[in-house]
């Protein structure tokens, strides 16, 4: 259905552009808008800094070295002291190498970090898809109003022309004219009012999609399964964030460690004699001793951030739980009322009709 259309047909002006987001000869479902919309969320901008990070410890996991290598360069000499000619240059280079399966660990980091990305773009696409529906539904149920309003302006009318018709007769009081002026002119507000909803909510659609033109297909069957299992985007996006929590934890007893480094130089010097230079070469090997102190408050850190994302799953999928529960009951309330409402719509016809032939014989 094209936004103009509707606008034209209920009588409200519709600021919206030519433009369409999609090709004019693409079907609009409830599938495209969502994807329009998922494309353009904002949040998604997040995931190039996701990918970012995740790279970033793949780069890391494939260098062959722990950390930078480091250069030092030293020189002795005599000439504040005893200015006998003695000198000495020392250098060396300091290789820290990789703890025994610190790479891997990092590597298993990298993994889970860019598995994660999938499952943030799950839940955006939920969201999307929230929006979208919530909106196409506005329309209709505003245009919904429209018609009822519609219709009882035109029964408005009618009757103040009958009642019209009857004071002319002789039938009835004028009185009885002003009250049908009244009630005719408080439909026409509430006309109005409804026209005005519709307007703002066809601005809203258009904002929101990109489209001037509502989905054909709107109405879409209850899912089979009404349970919240482990595949809902927002219960799979935190197990994966767990998984990555864990991942964390293995890396965490590496932080704050001194890594064991290599180290290999050589040594230029000769003494007060001023005899040629002596060179030699070094190697060496340091290690850490009594770092496991050290190591613990990123552990217990990690350990807390894991807490803390375990007991918000358990948290979303109560909430899960109780918001399905909730739309279950309301959805058989309003099943209930629907039959309500066409019974009574039933009987009000009817007493409608005794009415009616009531009035044109007089009463």
């Given at each position: 259905?094209?936004?103009?259309?509707?606008?034209?047909?209920?009588?409200?002006?519709?600021?919206?552009?030519?433009?369409?987001?999609?090709?004019?000869?693409?079907?609009?479902?409830?599938?495209?808008?969502?994807?329009?919309?998922?494309?353009?969320?904002?949040?998604?901008?997040?995931?190039?800094?996701?990918?970012?990070?995740?790279?970033?410890?793949?780069?890391?996991?494939?260098?062959?070295?722990?950390?930078?290598?480091?250069?030092?360069?030293?020189?002795?000499?005599?000439?504040?002291?005893?200015?006998?000619?003695?000198?000495?240059?020392?250098?060396?280079?300091?290789?820290?190498?990789?703890?025994?399966?610190?790479?891997?660990?990092?590597?298993?980091?990298?993994?889970?970090?860019?598995?994660?990305?999938?499952?943030?773009?799950?839940?955006?696409?939920?969201?999307?898809?929230?929006?979208?529906?919530?909106?196409?539904?506005?329309?209709?149920?505003?245009?919904?109003?429209?018609?009822?309003a519609e219709s009882l302006l035109e029964n408005a009318d009618n009757l103040l022309k009958n009642v019209?018709?009857?004071?002319?007769?002789?039938?009835?009081?004028?009185?009885?004219?002003?009250?049908a002026k009244s009630h005719q002119l408080e439909m026409q507000s509430q006309l109005a009012s409804a026209?005005?909803?519709?307007?703002?909510?066809?601005?809203?659609?258009?904002?929101?999609?990109?489209q001037q033109v509502l989905p054909d297909v709107i109405e879409e069957a209850l899912p089979s399964v009404?349970?919240?299992?482990?595949?809902?985007?927002?219960?799979?996006?935190?197990?994966?964030?767990?998984?990555?929590?864990?991942?964390?934890?293995?890396?965490?007893?590496?932080?704050?460690?001194?890594?064991?480094?290599?180290?290999?130089?050589?040594?230029?010097?000769?003494?007060?004699?001023?005899?040629?230079?002596?060179?030699?070469?070094?190697?060496?090997?340091?290690?850490?001793?009594?770092?496991?102190?050290?190591?613990?408050?990123?552990?217990?850190?990690?350990?807390?951030?894991?807490?803390?994302?375990?007991?918000?799953?358990?948290?979303?999928?109560?909430?899960?739980?109780?918001?399905?529960?909730?739309?279950?009951?309301?959805?058989?309330?309003?099943?209930?009322?629907?039959?309500?409402?066409?019974?009574?719509?039933?009987?009000?016809?009817?007493?409608?009709?005794?009415?009616?032939?009531?009035?044109?014989?007089?009463?």
């Amino acid at each position: 259905m094209n936004l103009r259309v509707v606008c034209l047909l209920f009588g409200i002006g519709c600021a919206v552009s030519s433009n369409s987001a999609l090709a004019d000869d693409a079907p609009i479902t409830l599938k495209t808008l969502t994807d329009y919309v998922f494309t353009h969320h904002p949040a998604r901008q997040a995931e190039s800094s996701m990918d970012a990070l995740a790279q970033s410890r793949s780069t890391l996991a494939g260098k062959l070295f722990a950390e930078p290598l480091s250069l030092s360069v030293n020189h002795f000499n005599d000439v504040i002291g005893s200015s006998d000619g003695l000198q000495e240059w020392e250098s060396s280079v300091e290789m820290p190498i990789w703890l025994p399966g610190e790479k891997r660990q990092q590597q298993n980091l990298s993994r889970q970090l860019a598995a994660e990305v999938p499952y943030y773009q799950q839940r955006i696409r939920l969201d999307a898809s929230a929006q979208v529906r919530r909106h196409v539904w506005l329309v209709m149920l505003s245009a919904a109003k429209v018609r009822h309003a519609e219709s009882l302006l035109e029964n408005a009318d009618n009757l103040l022309k009958n009642v019209e018709n009857r004071v002319k007769g002789g039938d009835l009081a004028t009185s009885e004219s002003l009250l049908a002026k009244s009630h005719q002119l408080e439909m026409q507000s509430q006309l109005a009012s409804a026209k005005m909803e519709l307007q703002q909510s066809l601005n809203q659609y258009h904002y929101l999609t990109g489209q001037q033109v509502l989905p054909d297909v709107i109405e879409e069957a209850l899912p089979s399964v009404t349970e919240i299992d482990h595949g809902h985007p927002l219960l799979a996006e935190l197990e994966q964030q767990i998984a990555r929590q864990r991942s964390e934890m293995a890396n965490a007893r590496y932080d704050n460690v001194s890594h064991p480094s290599l180290s290999l130089g050589v040594k230029r010097e000769r003494d007060e004699h001023a005899d040629p230079y002596n060179n030699s070469i070094g190697v060496g090997v340091s290690f850490a001793l009594n770092d496991e102190a050290y190591q613990q408050p990123a552990i217990a850190e990690a350990s807390r951030q894991l807490a803390d994302l375990q007991i918000a799953h358990q948290q979303q999928k109560r909430r899960l739980e109780a918001e399905l529960l909730a739309a279950m009951d309301n959805l058989k309330t309003l099943q209930h009322r629907q039959s309500l409402l066409k019974e009574q719509y039933e009987v009000s016809q009817q007493y409608v009709d005794m009415q009616q032939r009531s009035f044109d014989m007089g009463g």
